[in-house]
T-cell receptor, first 113, second 115 residues
């Protein structure tokens, strides 16, 4: 079963605009990660935010986490055509000595020239 | 460093057969996780191995199994294939530093088609 639900399911914007994707989850987590996937290929890790953090930046990416609302958002600023991909949030729970990730449903982002 | 490699990249099998997929993690990574991705169910966690031991397991039937070798390479096996097993199978490895917070590096996946 999926822990995260992402919104919107699909997003189409113009190059240069900002893209915001939201992720909501149901149970308590230890961390939340965002990944990108291009055309059914392997996933690429973008950013990790821990449950005691509220905001994190990496280049053009900004992630926020609100554990009281059980939600996170990913903002991509000044988007480029190369940002076209599917974006997934993954909630991490420490269990069995490891970090078990549960992925959301994903947002398909299309950045048009 | 070379990335995570998965073999084969594409596989076609028929119902009832079994299949073995292989994953070589990034050098030095000891944790290997497997995921199944389908259009209907999305990305679902199968299992995770660390130091040759299964550390976590998802909600899949016993037909799905895996193992990890001493060099951290991992295999997963699906027996008695069903049509619904058609999927992209992704392997990911991570470096165990601060336990539980490490990013996972994904391989390109094995596309399995069951006819």
């Amino acid at each position: 079963s999926q822990q995260g639900e992402e919104d919107p399911q699909a997003l189409s914007i113009q190059e240069g605009e900002n893209a915001t994707m939201n992720c909501s989850y149901k149970t308590s987590i230890n961390n939340l990660q965002w990944y990108r996937q291009n055309s059914g290929r392997g996933l690429v890790h973008l950013i990790l935010i821990r449950s005691n953090e509220r905001e994190k930046h990496s280049g053009r990416l900004r992630v926020t986490l609100d554990t009281s609302k059980k939600s996170s958002s990913l903002l991509i600023t000044a988007s480029r055509a190369a940002d076209t991909a599917s974006y997934f949030c993954a909630t991490g729970i420490l269990t069995g000595g490891g970090n078990k990730l549960t992925f959301g449903t994903g947002t398909q982002l299309k950045v048009e020239l | 460093k070379a990335g995570v490699t998965q073999t084969p990249r594409y596989l076609i099998k028929t119902r009832g057969q079994q299949v073995t997929l292989s994953c070589s993690p990034i050098s030095g990574h000891r944790s290997v996780s497997w995921y199944q991705q389908t259009p209907g169910q999305g990305l679902q966690f199968l299992f995770e191995y660390f130091s040759e031991t299964q550390r976590n397991k998802g909600n899949f039937p016993g037909r799905f199994s895996g193992r990890q070798f001493s060099n951290s390479r991992s295999e997963m096996n699906v027996s008695t294939l069903e049509l619904g097993d058609s999927a992209l199978y992704l392997c990911a490895s991570s470096l165990e530093g601060e336990i539980g917070f490490n990013e996972q590096f994904f391989g390109p996946g094995t596309r399995l088609t069951v006819l």
